[in-house]
């Protein structure tokens, strides 16, 4: 028996991969991935704070970790020939279906970043799913992990599955619609789409984790070995938000909060992420398509903020917060409820990250690498907003 | 000024150019194709039942006319540099997008052929939105033509626009999410997605037309040369229901209804989705994203093999009705409901086609062709079908 994982040199794959290998010994888990996310972050300037190794160096530390039934396979996704070569060696039980794009103001770049990142992200799926459907493996349960950023931001309560609509006296049960806010956020609403249809037409057993912001610069499985670490992204583009405040505070750049820091947003610890996405992995082909809200709950920005200042404290690093124009297209007073009792109760029965703990361990694992933040920190915030920041 | 018309060649496209030149006589009218239908219908072995000419001879017949203020560029628009150099020389104010890959079993052939479509289809729109705004183009109206399709079959009745939804006390409106039958129809739920982003990030005003079945062989401006006549396309891949249905009568082949013919489903005549095209080019920017139901309303599939019946025994053609098992995804029973009361208000408010008369024109202009029907009568149907079809 194989699980496949796409994306395995990311940020979440890596980790992933490595604790797929200790919970499933006896299954082969094969990564894939084309390096791509290097070359992007490489492209905008840019590099992982936290050293990543080469896949080669990474394997025989893998290796050395008793991590023996990993293979690796580089290749890109959006060659259909690349994946049924995959299927036809392997005839994965499970899909793990991690690789994109995943930065939305690097999809805004301009239009050729915009339709490349959907370009990438709508196909590698579409093969994915296609080729489970050509080479008789739709028993396969395949699992993505798209984004919770699909929702925008409703005025009602999000759910967790198919949204109930009544009009003119007749009900009826729908997924929920397309809103995100950026190209890259609605590249997962085009992959949502298709994989409702995968389900629909062919009723193949999709569980789509809507992935909250995750943060964290490791899991049990990355420690111990250097050349096992997970990479960790703080530039404007690539790092997200708790991750990118986290080294801004480290590198004495202000934490530049968007407008008034009032939103909360869906958030997840790295190690969390990875226990989930592998309860993911044991569960039986079911025909449904489960949607999930992978996050352990909303946090607000300021709130994240203040945490890091308060640790920042303790630390000794005096830690700035400011306020600037949100560039995005976001509601400022926007209260998010999002339902998320059924990811809680069947994929994360044991979370093991809270916030303050985790922004603690990042400040603490990065430190060794503030010389990294201080060479980059122009990478903090786009070009068109550095003038306004007032650098302590 | 000018206005531009992707997709120019095709079914829809050649006639909306033609009256477009007339009702607009002191504008430019850019067409654009890259002909790829014609390769597609040659592909899977068919051909236009009514002979169409190639795009310099229907350009002079066009000028004979009196359709002077036509140009036409060869060109693929996923190729972004050509659409680039498009907005470039003709600053559109209004673009009429109506180039697609728009067969659903065409693309459901293979994984290759579905991934092709929703490439094709997605990154057209995506490379004309981001065009617009790289151009400083954001004043230009852009129209599409999606399709019914991306409603599928809900069991409330189908809004023209928006759907409130209320949950836990809450209020909101989203859009309608895409919940269509087949990879082409999904390709435009992808791409109804990207237009409520292009409008919600740049306020660029949409105008989503959600075409329903389109029949009929001609329009007031196709008449009078034979150059001058748009495609009709009879195959089991590119012939809509009606058209296919015409053809087959007209051939002494079983119009060949899907389970029971119960199903009603959304129509328009040429004539008419021309005409209301045509109307949308005369809207001022709004800055909303616009969604009108394209349909002067639903018509069942046995109520169209009856009407065949009846004029075919006027034109002394027996015509058998036969019923095979559906090969797609639909309700048997479901009775759709669908909006339509702001484009016929808006867009159509003089529609010209009832559907007897439709089919009746239909079936009287495709019989000088009917050697070309007996010639293809294989491809009405599916390969998997032909052997339980009795033909008489």
């Known amino acids: 028996m194989a699980i496949l994982v796409t994306g395995a040199d990311g940020y ?18 094969v990564g894939v991935d084309n390096f791509a996310r290097r070359r992007w972050v490489e492209e905008i300037g840019c ?35 690349f994946v049924q070569q995959i299927y036809a060696t392997f005839r994965p039980r499970v899909v793990l279906h991690l690789a994109a794009q995943p930065s939305a103001p690097y999809s805004e770049i301009n239009g050729e970043r915009a339709t490349y990142t959907q370009h990438n992200n709508v196909q590698s799926t579409s093969n994915l799913l296609w080729g489970l459907k050509e080479h008789n493996l739709i028993e396969t349960v395949f699992v993505e992990t798209t984004t919770t950023g699909v929702y925008g931001q409703p005025d009602f309560d999000i759910p967790e599955g198919f949204l109930e609509v009544e009009r003119n006296g007749r009900k009826g049960s729908v997924i929920y619609p397309g809103m995100a806010g950026s190209w890259y956020h609605m590249s997962k609403c085009h992959d949502v789409n298709n994989l409702w249809l995968a389900n629909a037409k ?3 057993s999709v569980i789509d984790l809507r992935t909250a912001i995750t943060y964290g610069t490791r899991t049990d499985e990355t420690q111990g070995d250097p050349r096992l ?11 997200v938000v708790v991750n990118r405040f986290a080294a801004q505070a480290l590198a004495g750049f202000p934490i530049t909060v968007y407008g008034k820091g009032g939103l909360k ?16 992995a044991k569960r039986e082909p079911n025909q449904k398509f489960d949607i999930f809200n992978q996050t352990s709950g ?64 990042t400040l603490e694992s990065l430190q ?15 070009e068109q907003l550095l003038n306004r920041v007032s650098v302590a």
Chains 1, 2 share one sequence.
């Open 265 to 280: 947003r869906p958030m997840i610890g790295l190690q969390d992420a990875v226990d989930s996405i592998v309860s993911s």
């Open 202 to 204: 062919w009723k193949l």
């Open 368 to 382: 060794p690498y503030r010389d990294t933040l201080l060479a980059y920190k122009d990478r903090f915030v786009p």
């Open 47 to 81: 590099v992982s704070a936290i050293p990543i190794h080469s896949m080669q160096e990474r394997l025989e530390a893998a290796r050395e970790a008793g991590h023996g039934n990993i293979s690796f396979i580089e290749g890109d996704l959006t060659d259909r020939a």
């Open 298 to 361: 909303p946090v607000g920005i300021q709130e994240i903020g203040e945490g890091i200042q308060t640790i920042g404290a303790e630390m000794g690093i005096p830690v700035q917060v400011d306020h600037l124009e949100n560039p995005r297209v976001e509601k400022e007073e926007h209260q998010m409820v999002m339902e998320n009792s059924r990811f809680m109760n069947e994929l994360l029965p044991h979370p093991t990250v809270d916030i303050m703990d985790g922004l603690r361990d």
């Open 12 to 29: 979440i794959g890596w980790p992933a991969l490595l604790k797929l290998s200790r919970e499933f010994p006896d299954e082969r888990i």
């Open 229 to 239: 670490a997970t990479r960790f992204d703080f530039d404007f583009y690539f790092g």
